[in-house]
């Protein structure tokens, strides 16, 4: 197995906080990636898969189990069975902008709003990444898994892996575990191919975020060069130089609540509905069946209201900190917690902890954390 010396995971980490390993593995092939997770499983030890490391935060006492880093990269088109689109199939360890630009400069849609999200492809299906209205659950197809609990390599449809609103089967979500453990090798995702020429935006979400009319045309270049615009202005860009990039991106989810209790909230906050399932099944026994079909409910569809706007309004504004910590809110997005320069995970947690406590007793809602928590409690 291509070992190497353990690295802090603080190096590794775009939060720049996490304890160093007892052991890691490099791997850069997928039979590498195959190899060295079959080997660590069958010694039965703890063990971290890390990709880009955008999207977690490892606790600053050594990881007493190994990491594996994901450095696996490739792109291979494939036809499609639909007419005007292509397939692409991604290794994990692809870096996902590198993707989107990819797919920009070959005149494919359906990804160049996810423009600057940093991260690996294969970290993407996990979390169900997505901005202004685009989610890859609209265009991926299927993974390819290796299973902790069999061993083996498996082709899975999109359809199996429980995507929804920043989530997915394969999410270790705090304070539960995945509903299946396994480590995803490749993605396959079926994109339109649009060409070069301006085409109409389609999503009043991301026409609104580009500042755009409806029906207004525009090329894939220009909707990839004016996102990453937008999330640079937010401190979501990463940049060395720039602490308030030194972040997971949005530290909480924006909080999915009934239409009732969004009703109770101050009607300035902002918020979207989520759609609800129109056609729900209904199940009639047989053998209770008298010839008349229920008449379909109305069902109030829930609400996703914006964490940073109940942040902000609980007082905490944009580059918050408490008393000598070293880690602080973004001074460009409310929603961020970033490292000042040389934060432990200890003060990042309690940084969460005070934010949490704050909404809660001005709203009664308790923001969960989006970030894999590793060691790390709130």
Not at 287 to 308: H, L
Not at 340 to 350: L, P
Request: net charge negative; glycine share 10%.
């Amino acid at each position: 197995m291509p070992e190497i010396a353990p690295q802090p995971l603080a190096a590794l980490t775009t939060l720049r906080a996490g304890g160093t390993p007892a052991r890691m593995i490099e791997a850069r092939t997928r039979d590498e990636l195959v190899d060295a997770l079959r080997a660590v499983w069958a010694e039965n030890e703890p063990w971290l898969v890390v990709g880009g490391g955008s999207n977690l935060l490892v606790g600053d006492e050594s990881f007493d189990g190994t990491v594996i880093l994901v450095r696996t990269h490739g792109i291979e088109q494939l036809p499609s069975p639909r007419e005007g689109r292509v397939r692409l199939r991604v290794q994990a360890g692809h870096d996902w902008d590198d993707l989107v630009a990819h797919t920009v400069a070959a005149g494919l849609g359906g990804i160049a709003a996810m423009s600057g999200i940093p991260g690996t492809a294969g970290a993407a299906p996990v979390q169900n990444i997505g901005a202004y209205g685009q989610e890859i659950v609209q265009t991926l197809v299927e993974v390819e898994l290796l299973d902790e609990a069999t061993g083996e390599v498996s082709t899975v449809p999109a359809a199996e892996l429980g995507l929804g609103f920043r989530t997915s089967v394969l999410k270790q979500h705090y304070g539960s575990v995945p509903a299946r453990t396994a480590v995803i090798l490749s993605i396959t995702l079926e994109l339109p191919v649009l060409g070069h020429d301006p085409v109409p935006v389609r999503g009043p979400q991301l026409r609104t975020a580009l500042g755009l009319e409806e029906g207004a045309a525009v090329t894939l270049l220009w909707v990839r060069e004016t996102v990453l615009a937008i999330r640079a202005r937010k401190g979501m860009v990463l940049d060395a130089a720039d602490p308030d990039t030194h972040s997971a991106g949005s530290f909480f989810q924006n909080a999915i609540v009934s239409a009732g209790f969004a009703r109770s909230l101050p009607p300035e906050c902002p918020r979207w509905p989520v759609t609800p399932d129109l056609d729900p099944l209904v199940v009639i026994p047989l053998e209770s069946f008298d010839g008349r079909v229920p008449a379909p409910r109305s069902v109030e569809s829930d609400v996703k209201v914006s964490a940073a706007w109940l942040i902000e309004q609980s007082g905490l504004r944009k580059g918050f900190r408490l008393p000598r910590s070293r880690a602080g809110l973004s001074t460009k997005h409310a929603l961020a917690l970033s490292n000042r320069g040389g934060a432990t995970a200890g003060e990042i947690a309690e940084l969460a902890r005070f934010i949490q406590q704050r909404v809660q007793a001005d709203f009664g809602l308790i923001l969960q954390p989006e970030p894999v928590l590793v060691g790390v409690e709130l």
